[in-house]
């Protein structure tokens, strides 16, 4: 364990971590940035497509965001620590970060910008076809499905903008929503509707991903009559919504019934000196506009708070 004591530590450079580490090194800050992958971006970096992101109006490909965030951050002179954050401990005056397999950090402050998880339906077959079959992006595996048949799950932006994508590589494409209306954007909806490789299977529930050595059928249950029936699929991309990475801190802040973290306007925690910011916030809107947005704020605050 080293004995200097940061200034902050921002843990996770997705969005959010990104945008307070520009404003850290902006305001001269004694900091490090982790990230438990090997580069910076975090889901930014999955979708095949951002459309809603300011100042790119003909979209931008999420590896683009990654690799751009990337440059960004060695033009500044920021290294990204490969360190996967296993606790908090706090002490008189400062806070440990402990790190799985790597040193402890002693620090003034520390921004949790550590974003979400993809939630499993948990559902049998979906954890024994991983990667045979059962996917959680279509960005990493949609060219693996060239004319064959797939499903999606989920009525949120993401199921909708992954079903287009995947629509360029399957022969067709199963939609699968337990509600009748999705809860995407309009604009999604609307395309999703006018695309004739998609087809909807609304009010209706996954119940089995079924196959041999691979993904050959999923087993979905009517949620108005009950009734099960198999769609011959070879693949199955599941968007069913996100878990906040928050478990290693909620001993110590606060968090909602989702295990969201709570924070004030200024981004501050129930611990005094703990921030966060970005997707593992709890908040009206996950984008990455608004991660941004908090990263900025974090940092702001974090600055004022050491002044005293």
Same mark, same amino acid.
């Given at each position: 364990?080293?004995?200097?004591? #940061?200034d902050?530590?921002?843990?996770g450079a997705?969005?959010a971590g ?7 090194k ?6 490090v940035?982790?990230?438990k /992958?090997?580069?910076p971006?975090? $889901?930014?970096?999955?979708p095949?497509?951002?459309?809603n ?8 490909q999420?590896? %683009?965001?990654?690799?751009?965030f990337?440059?960004?951050? $060695?033009?500044l002179?920021?290294?990204?620590? @490969?360190?996967?954050c296993?606790e908090?401990?706090? /002490?008189d ?8 397999s &790597?040193e402890?950090?002693?620090t003034?402050t520390? =921004? ?5 998880k993809?939630k499993?339906l948990?559902?049998?077959?979906e954890? $024994? +076809? ?5 996917s959680?992006c279509?960005t ?8 064959k ?8 932006d993401?199921?909708l903008s ?8 399957a022969?067709? !494409? *199963? ?6 209306? +999705? ?10 509707k ?8 609304l /009010? ?5 991903i %079924?196959? /041999?050595? *691979?993904?050959?059928?999923? $087993?979905?249950?009517?949620a108005?009559?009950?009734?099960i029936?198999l ?5 199955? *991309? =599941? *968007?069913?919504?996100?878990?906040p990475?928050? @478990?290693f801190? &909620?001993k110590i802040?606060?968090l ?10 200024f ?8 921030f ?8 009206? #809107?996950r984008q990455? !506009?608004?991660a ?5 704020i974090a940092?702001?605050?974090i600055?004022?708070? #050491?002044?005293?």
């Amino acid at each position: 364990m080293s004995n200097k004591v #940061l200034d902050c530590v921002i843990i996770g450079a997705g969005p959010a971590g990104v945008s307070a580490s520009v404003y850290a090194k902006r305001y001269n800050l004694d900091f490090v940035l982790l990230e438990k /992958n090997l580069l910076p971006g975090g $889901k930014a970096s999955i979708p095949h497509m951002v459309e809603n992101y300011i100042g790119f109006p003909d979209g931008i490909q999420g590896y %683009e965001i990654s690799d751009r965030f990337d440059k960004h951050l $060695k033009n500044l002179g920021v290294t990204v620590k @490969n360190y996967d954050c296993e606790e908090i401990i706090k /002490n008189d005056n400062y806070f440990e970060v402990v790190c799985r397999s &790597q040193e402890s950090l002693l620090t003034k402050t520390i =921004i949790v910008a550590t974003g979400t998880k993809d939630k499993e339906l948990g559902i049998p077959g979906e954890v $024994k +076809f991983k990667g045979r079959g059962v996917s959680y992006c279509a960005t990493c595996d949609a060219p693996f499905y060239k004319g064959k048949s797939v499903a999606v799950i989920g009525g949120g932006d993401t199921a909708l903008s992954e079903s287009i994508y995947l629509s360029e590589f399957a022969s067709e !494409v *199963f939609l699968i929503h337990r509600r009748e209306n +999705f809860r995407g954007a309009e604009l999604l909806q609307e395309r999703v509707k006018n695309n004739n490789k998609i087809k909807l299977i609304l /009010n209706s529930i996954p119940v089995e991903i %079924e196959g /041999n050595e *691979f993904v050959n059928g999923l $087993k979905i249950k009517n949620a108005i009559s009950n009734d099960i029936s198999l769609l011959s699929v070879q693949g199955v *991309f =599941i *968007f069913a919504g996100s878990i906040p990475n928050s @478990n290693f801190i &909620q001993k110590i802040v606060n968090l909602d019934s989702n295990g969201y973290i709570i924070t004030d306007e200024f981004m501050e925690t129930s611990e005094k000196g703990i921030f966060a910011a970005g997707d593992v916030r709890a908040k009206l #809107l996950r984008q990455i !506009v608004t991660a941004i947005s908090d990263g900025a704020i974090a940092v702001y605050s974090i600055r004022n708070y #050491l002044r005293g």
